[in-house]
């Protein structure tokens, strides 16, 4: 069936990769070009990409030959394959070269809505106001002009600026770092917002609006780029969040969870708020990610999980992603069957609202 | 074999479930009616218990014909079918509908044994002692009489009123803490002991006199109802029990454990007193329970595991708990006798040994 | 193939286990004479590890029979069984019948190099020098000179002495912790290097000199016997040594991991110089440990799993640890095949780098 994918980026303009380099990159984490050069090519996760994109292009899986053959494959007839009835877009994270959100409705045929990152607005916003509360009064006013105008959901990389172990900010530290930010950003300097006092700042102010506005809230959880420390992105330390009556109405989506997610499941299980994911997972942690999908279904109600592919710049990563992501399920629930836990007809089902049942119901789709 | 269950709940004088929303509150740790109208039906180990509960009962697997059958089926009936030789019950954790012990010996034709809830003592001690001292005493002193009168050990939910994370409380804040909560109580209001300084204070004065009674001490570690923070329950944090001589003597019943269910058995592979079980995990978490009891017997020694269903309220609860905790059993030692890692004789024999021998020899039973 | 081990410990002088309970304590961490009377005799990888003595000495697999049998066959002769083609030995943890290097190499006819245990040579550089900046200095030129006489790495084992949550210590901590330790060590009494201001100061100095020198900082991870805290070992800790330029071409070898392997894995793919090894947890996590194999294999790139067996003593551990963890590396890559994760030249060619390959790049041993 056509999937929801509710977390991923845009491709870039520049279509294919062009490199060997640019090719492991889009299946790495690593940032480092020692590990992309020398350990990359010794991942199981891109061992077996590289086939299956060879597969798909009907050509031998090296490096060489995946690129020549791609460079003559349109992208969106290789988004065409990954059966996607749509894409929910983090246009935030990118660089120069991602299309915009008008070019990639142009050269992708399939459906597509927006998510806003946070953090990103929170940034933008900063050079234009003078005091904490106008800020972040900005910040939420901005998130809910752009839900007003269609995007679908509000996404925090909070894990990467601060870590999720939120508490509430002691007051002197967020105006100190603010006033800080603030100046970098008048006197025409580059802004990045970091560290708790003003990135849990922003977070607690987005989740309120997302509960006043009725879209889910993304929070980044587990493991990504070594920006993060990823002793700080355990999903549990978002518990303010579900236990504090303000927050009530928020919806929140746990994206990637990996390995926290055991931890991330059983959220799932007790908050009604709490939604998740294994993307970003599956693929990069390949059979161990098809296995994590399989632990987090101990807890996590088959109403609460998500399906997305996390992919970005080039469409073989959706290509891989979603096979992958598909397959894991299927084996997951198969599994489930086989061992007398579910029946036939209630794996089936569950394989729907995994794919997109969930998603359309959490981001009101319909 | 007959199972020895160390830790369960006794049954509600009321009876069967009388609505579909409460037989589903039996089979989650969710509190929330949202989650339990929404998304309870959804886990799988929700779908699997009405399958094996209309099994038992001859019925269709829908809430609505479980629920009308099993209203014609005596609890005490199906509690035969869990094949137990003897339950140690909580009965600290109730509510008003809860059977006494005494109705409980009389409706279900198993022995019966009980262990003392250390919070539900110590907040009924509260009142009449002005010192923390004298307090503390009394509890243990009201412990050491239970014992006398047969109780075969004590629990502790300091997981959900303060966290596991151990240490010396700081007199002064104790001091604090008791004076309030002890002004509470003599004004007549209901007192709740929570908060490191006083649950650590009392948990540590408990860990003395189970030593010296030579009765275990039940710790709730890992996953439970979203009162607690999952962040603060790894029975890791329950070290100081483990290397301070004065608790040398002190055994630990570590109960649930899930998803900290390695670092238990870490533990208990290196601590003489600390045992465990996968309780709860084993039905709520589904195959992912099972998975969970199989890794805790790489460290775990085969005379450490414990026996338990964690069951509370409905005989229904008892019966697919026990059910699933049998064939976890069977298929983890199973498993191993298939990989070459046991014989079939040790599996056997581990497996009498976790259903029965090791608790019949840590409660000294015999 | 012939494997390097590059994590091992030197035999006994003493030659074979001469009782039941030293042949158990070379199977398992505990240290408590309980443990090791009671439950050690049921740890499934004892149980195990018997049946494997015994079927290699022909008798049966009781442990009268074994210490019987392996009294009248040489340790050598055990040793060559392993098809190890390098030993890479500590010689730091040993005890008083601990083969010296030059007995081990006369003993065992396989090559042997030496890794330098960081916390001995710290406490032996202590009484001469009265300042803590000589104090270090004096132990990085004694690391030096080590590795110009052979060594091939360090080895610390910080996380029994203080745990692995780095961060620069407190000047005036590390004064003082020092002048108390270093007036011990004047005095003549014995001294054991613990707490985060000087292990931690140590271990900065030691990498920053391994990093210069060249030489892979082996950091002891995960569990291990009781006297550290499983709660302070994650590798996640180390963080500041993998993000910190001054210690951008240090090579760290995590040993160990479990319980924290899928976050070894992790950094092992987003950091150059993290490697990782599951030695420790096979054998003595039995099946689970080959399960944690396959969960490290996740992210962990094909060309940074080291292959060790941690074995110390006696050479029916090399014996046992050397073939549970090929089974566990052939079960693992022979299910990635299965499942099409990894083609069977591939699976091969990991094979080898893990066994050796990988091992003879990190310690440029050709």
């Given at each position: 069936m056509a999937a929801v994918d509710h977390n991923c980026h845009p491709l870039l303009a520049s279509g294919s990769p062009r490199s060997a380099l640019e090719l492991r990159r889009a299946f790495?984490?690593?940032?480092d070009p020692v590990v992309i050069e020398s350990h990359t090519p010794h991942l199981v996760a891109y061992r077996h990409a590289l086939r299956r994109i060879a597969e798909a292009l009907g050509c031998e899986a090296t490096e060489e030959s995946v690129l020549e053959a791609r460079s003559r494959v349109d992208a969106d007839q290789l988004m065409q394959q990954t059966r996607t009835g749509l894409l929910i877009l983090d246009?935030?994270?990118?660089?120069?070269d991602a299309m915009t959100p008008e070019q990639h409705a142009a050269a992708v045929r399939i459906p597509q809505r927006e998510v806003v990152r946070l953090e990103t607005v929170a940034e933008e916003m900063l050079h234009a106001h003078h005091e904490i509360g106008t800020w972040t009064d900005a910040v939420t006013g901005e998130l809910r002009a752009r839900v007003r105008r269609g995007a679908v959901g509000v996404k925090t990389i909070s894990a990467y600026r601060?870590?999720?172990?939120?508490?509430?900010?002691d007051p002197d530290l967020v105006e100190e770092a603010f006033v800080e930010l603030h100046t970098r950003a008048e006197s025409g300097l580059p802004v990045r917002l970091e560290g708790e006092p003003l990135c849990h700042t922003v977070l607690f102010a987005a989740a309120a609006a997302c509960a006043e506005l009725g879209v889910p809230l993304q929070v980044h959880c587990g493991f990504g780029d070594p920006d993060e420390d990823l002793a700080l992105t355990s999903p549990l330390g978002l518990r303010p969040l579900f236990v504090d009556p303000r927050y009530a109405q928020l919806q929140v989506a746990l994206l990637?969870?990996?390995?926290y997610h055991r931890e991330a499941a059983y959220l799932a299980s007790v908050f009604p708020g709490v939604y998740m994911d294994l993307s970003l997972a599956i693929p990069m942690a390949a059979h161990d990610g098809a296995r994590a999908l399989s632990e987090a279904l101990g807890l996590c109600p088959l109403s609460k999980l998500l399906y997305a592919?996390?992919?970005?710049?080039?469409?073989e990563v959706f290509l891989v992603a979603s096979a992958l992501h598909r397959e894991a399920l299927a084996a997951a629930l198969g599994g489930l069957v086989d061992g007398g836990w579910l029946s036939q007809d209630e794996a089936v089902a569950a394989g729907r609202a995994v794919l997109a049942g969930n998603a359309r119901r959490l981001y009101r789709l319909d």
């Open positions: 790495t984490e690593a940032l246009h935030g994270y990118a660089g120069g601060a870590g999720l172990r939120l508490s509430v900010p990637h969870c990996y390995p592919t996390d992919a970005t710049r080039y469409a």
